[in-house]
């Protein structure tokens, strides 16, 4: 008989999750992590950390009290790499006692160290003291994650020239930076060390960030971040980083050269999976790392299942939490319900960004008629209150069925305001329920009766108009 029904490599939000859920299920589950990592990348150096910093500086800062008291407004006028990081240990300790008692909890097995593959139902568990101990399972749960891609030509050095693990090892705040990628990660911490008053250069291949967002919500971000003292450098590749004393200078392939005290690299990710060994249990990932699924999660090996970021899209804690325990159901044997199509995006940058469904762009390629309904928080009672004047929520919607068909929101609490008609479009309803709806008063989830009002309004006007 094996070790173990179930074992699971990596105790990020996919790999908890499968654990806990297979050990919900009554099987005996294993979980393999290093001593110093539990919870993973996403508790100790990703998602965790990163967005507990953005609380840090918007307190701080005072950013979001400045349209009631004045642009000068900070609570704290000097802001040291302490002040930030204070918060986040206390927040990341907390999450990993957390995580540890849910372990305990539902009776998961904790072993400490790496793990690679032997066969398809054996893995080797490298403690790190040169002890290792061989542990057997009937199905395998691989759930690594990511870290960041470093290209070979950069001479990273943790201080000057760091990845976005490296943030948190900073021993400053920089005066310059340069952030190099504005995918969500970049333009996340672009905003961050902008808000706190860092001279931010952002350059970017593309001519566009955040090409997977609507437009006009891109196009409000990047106003914001302009306003900042945020500069764009779109359509330019770095062609080197020279490193000095006390800073660096970044040449570009058009011959411009950056100075800036620290330069981030935000160049993607890398899927964990070169110390596994995977062709000992007869699987293989692609150049970037990453581990081919079916549909329940299963790679080609049929007892072996593997979640998260190491599969790659959308490479969100979310998302993984429920590819984890999805995959623990099917393998299993228990009947579980598929993955539901619609799922929601946040970026967390200073100000949120947030949405689920289609945008105006893809509406219109496809040829998909639909009507917009836009409410500003300026006219909401807690925008004023608030003092966010800038946010706005939009939805897209079908002038047919009255189904929404999109929800983008910009500003204070997006990446809550989302779920609202996250609802909606999952059960299936229409902008009839948003019109109908009572809202408490003042809120900015009003701001969904709000536009959908404006939505259904011009609807009437096409349809007065038609007959």
């Not at 790999?15 to 290093?34: F, M, P, S």
């Not at 040449?251 to 050269?257: D, I, N, R, T, Y």
């Not at 068909?405 to 299936?428: D, S, W």
């Amino acid at each position: 008989m094996s070790d173990f029904d179930v074992l699971v490599l990596g105790s990020g939000p996919g790999g908890q999750k499968a654990a806990i859920a297979a050990a919900k299920l009554g099987r005996r589950v294993g979980l393999v992590e290093r001593r110093d990592m539990i919870g993973g990348v996403c508790i100790n150096t990703g998602t965790i950390p990163s967005k507990t910093l953005r609380e840090a500086v918007v307190y701080l800062t005072g950013m979001s009290q400045r349209e009631l008291y004045g642009q000068s407004y900070r609570v704290k006028e000097e802001i040291t790499i302490t002040d930030l990081t204070a918060r986040t240990n206390h927040v990341v300790g907390r999450e990993v006692d957390v995580i540890r008692s849910q372990l305990a909890r539902n009776h998961v097995t904790v072993l400490p160290g790496m793990g690679r593959f032997l066969d398809a139902h054996t893995v080797a568990v490298t403690d790190g003291s040169g002890s290792e101990r061989d542990v057997t399972a009937a199905k395998v749960v691989i759930a690594t994650g990511t870290t960041p891609a470093r290209p070979s030509s950069v001479d990273f050095d943790g201080q000057t020239i760091i990845d976005s693990d490296g943030i948190l090892g900073l021993d400053r705040v920089p005066q310059s930076m340069i952030v190099v990628g504005a995918g969500v990660i970049g333009i996340e911490y672009a905003s961050m060390f902008a808000a706190l008053g860092t001279k931010v250069t952002v350059i970017e291949q593309r001519m566009r960030m955040l090409e997977f967002c609507d437009t006009e919500v891109v196009e409000a971000l990047k106003y914001h971040l302009r306003d900042l003292a945020v500069t764009f450098r779109f359509g330019e590749t770095v062609a080197a980083v020279r490193r000095y004393e006390r800073g660096a200078v970044t040449v570009l392939e058009s011959g411009k050269k950056i100075p800036a005290e620290t330069v981030m690299y935000s160049a993607g990710r890398q899927g964990m999976t070169g110390n596994l060994d995977l062709p000992a249990a007869g699987l293989s990932a692609d150049a970037r790392g990453r581990i081919t699924v079916d549909e329940y999660f299963r790679t080609a090996v049929p007892d072996i299942y593997a979640v998260g970021d190491v599969i790659g899209f959308p490479a969100l804690a979310a998302t993984s939490m429920e590819q984890g325990r999805l995959a623990a159901h099917h393998a299993c044997g228990e009947p579980v319900r598929a993955m539901h199509a619609l799922q929601p995006i946040g970026i967390y940058t200073i100000p949120e960004i947030s949405y689920i469904g289609r945008t105006e762009d893809e509406l219109t390629e496809n040829r998909i008629p639909f009507e917009v309904g836009v409410s500003r928080y300026r006219e909401l009672a807690r925008g004023q209150i608030i003092g966010d004047s800038y946010g706005v929520l939009k939805l897209l919607v079908s002038p047919d069925d009255r189904s929404l068909l999109g929800v983008h929101v910009f500003g204070t609490g997006a990446t809550e305001l989302v779920h609202i008609g996250q609802a909606v479009m999952g059960c299936g309803g229409t902008v009839d329920y948003l019109v109908d709806a009572v809202f408490n008063y003042p809120t900015l989830a009003e701001s969904y009766k709000v536009a959908a009002l404006d939505a259904m309004n011009k609807i009437r006007q096409i349809s007065l108009l038609d007959t």
